[in-house]
């Protein structure tokens, strides 16, 4: 069934619709998107190729706060029902991959300045071997040139954004995955800054749904004025998670509390009961025990995976 996905993706990306190459802000869309061709190996998360399953997990209070300092004995995992045992356990503080979908739609015309320099709160908590890329939706989604470490130069091609057009927020995190696949790390998110619901994209919701799941990525969203089912959902499937910034004001805060929790994340290993290379999708479902005396706590992980086939 994944393949399917990835079929309608690759059609996607050759169909002459798809003018959304990836190169500098100041150049025409000439160049098709295209995976590097050395990737540095590392172990996958949530897939069952390798015979200990990782879920990364966040976990925050009810102000929206990263909780860092839980022991093992504060997590249940369970697969398909089936409780696992937690054999590996982690603070997780490796390097990201992410990728920014910048909304760039007529409705963010008087939001988009404020916006651009709200996310440099993102950036002032990189470490080494995190990468950037950029990419901007308006009818279609735009790539703004490939990966790079550098946060300013991040900053120049956000300045080259100019609001117009409908929202093609489904498309645009198609090409986001696809772009992931020339990813040097292991954790790999897309960051979602958008006002509105999506209005012109050619992927269906289902279809998107099984992309990000396949490509194993974690979707977070930053949502200006609206309560965003849409990204919720693929927040909720994927272990990402949704704010909402209720003003212009509100945003770099809340730009600070999502790029926190992006950072603060536990890993949790277990060795699957269930019979290997089954080709099914797993279920997964981490329940947090808090402290005595504490609040009641989120956690935010994956939702699933795909088995691979005998």
Same mark, same amino acid.
């Given at each position: 069934?994944?393949? #399917?996905?990835?079929?309608?993706?690759?059609?996607?990306?050759?169909?002459?619709?798809?003018?959304?190459?990836?190169?500098?802000? +100041?150049?025409?869309?000439?160049?098709?998107?295209?995976?590097?061709? +050395?990737?540095?190996?590392?172990?996958?998360?949530?897939?069952?190729?390798?015979?200990?399953?990782?879920?990364?997990?966040?976990?925050?209070?009810?102000?929206?706060?990263?909780?860092?300092?839980?022991?093992?004995?504060?997590?249940?995992? #369970?697969?398909?029902?089936?409780?696992?045992?937690?054999?590996?356990?982690?603070?997780?503080?490796?390097?990201?991959?992410?990728?920014?979908?910048?909304?760039?739609?007529?409705?963010?015309?008087?939001?988009?300045?404020?916006?651009?320099?709200?996310?440099?709160?993102?950036?002032?908590?990189?470490?080494?071997?995190?990468?950037?890329?950029?990419?901007?939706?308006?009818?279609?989604?735009?790539?703004?040139?490939?990966?790079?470490?550098?946060?300013?130069?991040?900053?120049?091609? @956000?300045?080259?954004?100019?609001?117009?057009?409908?929202?093609?927020?489904?498309?645009?995190?198609?090409?986001?995955?696809?772009?992931?696949?020339?990813?040097?790390?292991?954790?790999?998110?897309?960051?979602?800054?958008? =006002?509105?619901?999506?209005?012109?994209?050619?992927?269906?919701?289902?279809?998107?749904?099984?992309?990000?799941? +396949?490509?194993?990525?974690?979707?977070?969203?930053?949502?200006?004025?609206?309560?965003?089912?849409?990204?919720?959902?693929?927040? =909720?499937?994927?272990?990402?998670?949704?704010?909402?910034?209720?003003?212009?004001?509100? #945003?770099?805060?809340?730009?600070?509390? @999502?790029?926190?929790?992006?950072?603060?994340?536990?890993?949790?290993?277990?060795?699957?009961?269930?019979?290997?290379?089954?080709?099914?999708?797993?279920?997964?479902?981490?329940?947090?025990?808090?402290?005595?005396?504490?609040?009641?706590?989120?956690?935010?992980?994956?939702?699933?995976?795909?088995?691979?086939?005998?």
């Amino acid at each position: 069934m994944p393949l #399917l996905y990835f079929t309608l993706l690759a059609a996607f990306l050759c169909s002459g619709f798809a003018q959304f190459s990836a190169v500098e802000p +100041e150049q025409e869309a000439k160049v098709a998107i295209t995976p590097r061709r +050395e990737l540095r190996h590392t172990p996958a998360t949530l897939r069952a190729d390798v015979k200990l399953i990782l879920v990364p997990v966040s976990v925050t209070d009810g102000r929206d706060r990263p909780v860092t300092e839980l022991p093992k004995e504060s997590f249940r995992v #369970l697969e398909d029902g089936v409780e696992q045992t937690i054999t590996s356990f982690a603070r997780e503080e490796s390097p990201i991959s992410a990728g920014l979908l910048i909304d760039s739609s007529g409705s963010m015309k008087t939001r988009m300045d404020a916006s651009v320099e709200a996310l440099k709160c993102f950036f002032q908590t990189t470490i080494p071997g995190d990468e950037f890329f950029v990419l901007q939706f308006a009818d279609q989604p735009r790539t703004l040139g490939g990966f790079t470490a550098d946060p300013a130069e991040i900053q120049r091609r @956000l300045g080259f954004i100019e609001p117009k057009g409908w929202t093609a927020m489904l498309d645009a995190v198609a090409v986001g995955t696809h772009q992931m696949k020339g990813a040097r790390n292991r954790r790999r998110i897309l960051l979602i800054l958008s =006002d509105g619901n999506d209005n012109n994209s050619r992927f269906t919701e289902g279809e998107i749904r099984n992309i990000v799941i +396949e490509a194993d990525v974690r979707v977070y969203a930053i949502a200006l004025h609206y309560r965003p089912r849409l990204l919720r959902q693929l927040a =909720d499937e994927t272990g990402g998670n949704v704010l909402v910034a209720q003003s212009i004001a509100e #945003l770099p805060a809340v730009v600070e509390r @999502l790029s926190a929790e992006i950072r603060s994340e536990y890993l949790l290993g277990y060795t699957s009961t269930n019979r290997p290379n089954d080709g099914k999708y797993h279920r997964v479902k981490v329940e947090v025990v808090p402290p005595a005396g504490s609040p009641a706590l989120h956690a935010s992980w994956r939702r699933g995976y795909y088995a691979p086939g005998e």
